[in-house]
């Protein structure tokens, strides 16, 4: 598999990125963390558009920075695709002209993308003729990313494309970035310091702090580490888990998940019976009992769990890792810890308050 290797060290006066990356370039990778962390800075690096003093950059065969070899390849021949938070399209063209701009600048042996299959996949037919200026911000968007496809780039990079639109707008167009990967199959690297944005689109998630790459790897992995889970966020999510829809029980208002022969009920949502979704859990809504799961409980979802690792989040609670065939973190209270005895190898079960529905996943 093709795989995007990049090793960047940049310093300016007050800050420091030092990068490493080493992975498959297929799907989307999330770039998250916190504001001031370094995600533009290493997507600049990645785009070519800030040249790291002793960066290294391949994908696949093509590599595109060695500065060992004083190799530099410029953003006009990286073939790369970079949407930018705000659109940047021409005001003086029209949609068709903006889109045009991008194929036209592609020799005709390496174009991969039809204009007939990009404004389709993105919904735009009905733009082509108009002006961008008049455009709303979702629309300039989904033109901007457009643009980009045409010049059939080998990876995409799209840096916090949604940031500048209001909650509806970026309902509009987190299905099109969903087709982007599935129909186009060209690896996505997103900037984001939206969770639910990531939730809703990556597969793995590269979380940066100060400057370094402090976890990577598929969501659930990552959520999933003891060590990160303060830097997460008060109310972490525990676990992300990639389900299919077993079941509906409409008398009841709800549908059953299942994963790894376990199950998770939802409230009802007509889903296909098999359909792939992903559902998330925090970690503060998952309780934990001895012994096996039982029926004499109101608790609907209780999981078979073994407990993996241990770790204190602050003075009054402390983080368990559990195995429920998919890693789950637990928030309980150190008092209840050390009244449970917990230890790893533990079986036991998790209960769960609250799972949540990602919506329109891939798979
Ligand atoms: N050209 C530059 N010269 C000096 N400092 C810079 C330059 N570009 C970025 N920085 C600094 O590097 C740090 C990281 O910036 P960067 O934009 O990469 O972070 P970010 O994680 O993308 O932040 P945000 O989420 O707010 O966009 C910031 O402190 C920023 O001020």
């Excluded at 009905?126 to 496809?149: M, V």
């Excluded at 045409?150 to 494309?161: A, H």
């Excluded at 099109?176 to 793995?204: D, K």
Aim: hydrophobic content about 40%.
């Amino acid at each position: 598999m093709t795989r995007l290797i990049a090793r960047f060290d940049v310093a300016y006066p007050d800050f420091r990125l030092q990068a490493e990356l080493d992975m498959p370039a297929a799907g989307i990778l999330a770039l998250f963390g916190p504001s001031g962390s370094g995600k533009t800075t290493l997507v600049r690096c990645l785009a070519g558009l800030e040249r790291a003093p002793s960066g290294y950059l391949r994908l696949g065969d093509d590599v595109w920075q060695d500065e060992s070899r004083d190799l530099y390849v410029p953003i006009s021949r990286r073939s790369i695709g970079y949407v930018f938070q705000d659109a940047r399209l021409f005001p003086h063209l029209s949609v068709r002209s903006n889109l045009m701009y991008g194929f036209h600048r592609t020799p005709s042996q390496l174009r991969r993308v039809s204009v007939e299959q990009v404004v389709e996949m993105l919904g735009i037919e009905s733009l082509l003729d108009r002006r961008t200026h008049k455009l709303s911000g979702g629309e300039q968007q989904r033109i901007a990313i457009g643009r980009a496809l045409l010049t059939s780039p080998r990876l995409l990079l799209l840096d916090e494309p949604l940031s500048s639109l209001d909650g509806e707008r970026k309902r509009e167009i987190l299905p099109f970035i969903q087709r982007l990967y599935r129909e186009m199959q060209i690896p996505i690297v997103y900037v984001s310091h939206s969770l639910n944005e990531i939730l809703q689109l990556a597969h793995h998630i590269a979380f940066l702090r100060q400057g370094k790459i402090v976890a990577v790897g598929p969501l659930s992995e990552v959520f999933a580490r003891l060590d990160l889970h303060q830097a997460l966020g008060p109310n972490p999510i525990g676990g992300v888990i990639d389900v299919t829809v077993a079941a509906h029980e409409p008398e009841f208002g709800l549908t059953r998940l299942q994963f790894n022969g376990q199950s998770l009920y939802v409230p009802f949502r007509p889903f296909d019976i098999g359909e792939p979704l992903r559902a998330h859990i925090l970690s503060s809504d998952v309780s934990l009992m001895l012994g096996p799961p039982s029926v004499d409980t109101s608790i609907l979802n209780r999981l078979e769990a073994t407990v993996v690792d241990i770790k204190e989040a602050d003075q009054s609670t402390m983080d368990v890792l559990l195995d429920v065939g998919c890693p789950l973190v637990a928030r309980i209270t150190r008092k209840s810890f050390v009244h449970l005895h917990l230890k790893p190898g533990l079986k036991l079960t998790a209960h769960i308050k609250a799972a949540a529905l990602v919506e329109g996943l891939t798979e």
